[in-house]
Structures are given as structure tokens and as C-alpha cells.
Nanobody, 115 residues
Framework: QVQLVESGGGLVQPGGSLRLSCAAS????????MGWYRQAPGKQRELVAR???????NYADSVKGRFTISGDNAKNTVALQMNSLKPEDTAVYYC?????????WGQGTQVTVSS
């Protein structure tokens, strides 16, 4: 079993920045992918960014150039630096870990971008 603990999130004005962090523990293998998904009210959960244990990064088109994902394999952590935030970034953000074919999820953290 794998546990994910998230931190960060909150309320920020448009154009501001936030940083989300996630720490994984439990039965971790050498190779896995960690990332962040988000779900806005009335919408499906969508991928924001992910990083493999080999360092390959993927971003949603909507966040490219504004968000940066980073990972620390030794500490089993992932962080999402979010800059130039927009109201449409408002959502619950979920940490995700994909190991073999199993997805694990954090509890979610609210990000609200509003003036």
C-alpha cells in the first residue's frame, strides 16, 4: 500500500503563485510516476503535470510555461510550483502516484484563484 500526503494550496490572487508538495510512503518500487491532477466543480479530473522516476515530465497545455513539476526520488516527494495563476486554475488538486498499473491518490487540496 502507498500513502500520499499533500501540503500547500489555498487562496491566491490572479497572477500570484502557490507551491504544492506531496510525499509518498509505503510499498514503493524503484520506478513510478508521480504527478498532479485537478478537478474543478462540474468537470472531470484532468492531468496537470507528472514526472517519472527517470525525470520525464509532461504538462497539460493549459499550464505549460506557468507550472513546473519537480521530484526527489530519494525522498519520494513531488512538488508543483504554480506561477501566473489564473481564475480557471481554481480546482481541487490531487497528488497521484502510478506504480505498475495501480493509481494511488492523495486526499486533495483546494486551490482558489480569485481577487
Amino acid at each position: 500500500q502507498v500513502q500520499l500526503v499533500e501540503s500547500g494550496g489555498g487562496l491566491v490572487q490572479p497572477g500570484g503563485s502557490l507551491r504544492l508538495s506531496c510525499a509518498a510512503s509505503g510499498s514503493l518500487f524503484r520506478y513510478y510516476t508521480m504527478g498532479w491532477y485537478r478537478q474543478a466543480p462540474g468537470k472531470q479530473r484532468e492531468l496537470v503535470a507528472r514526472i517519472s522516476s527517470g525525470g520525464t515530465r509532461n504538462y497539460a497545455d493549459s499550464v505549460k510555461g506557468r507550472f513546473t513539476i519537480s521530484g526527489d526520488n530519494a525522498k519520494n516527494t513531488v512538488a508543483l510550483q504554480m506561477n501566473s495563476l489564473k481564475p480557471e486554475d481554481t480546482a481541487v488538486y490531487y497528488c497521484n502516484l502510478l506504480q505498475l498499473t495501480v493509481n494511488y491518490w492523495g486526499q486533495g487540496t483546494q486551490v482558489t484563484v480569485s481577487s
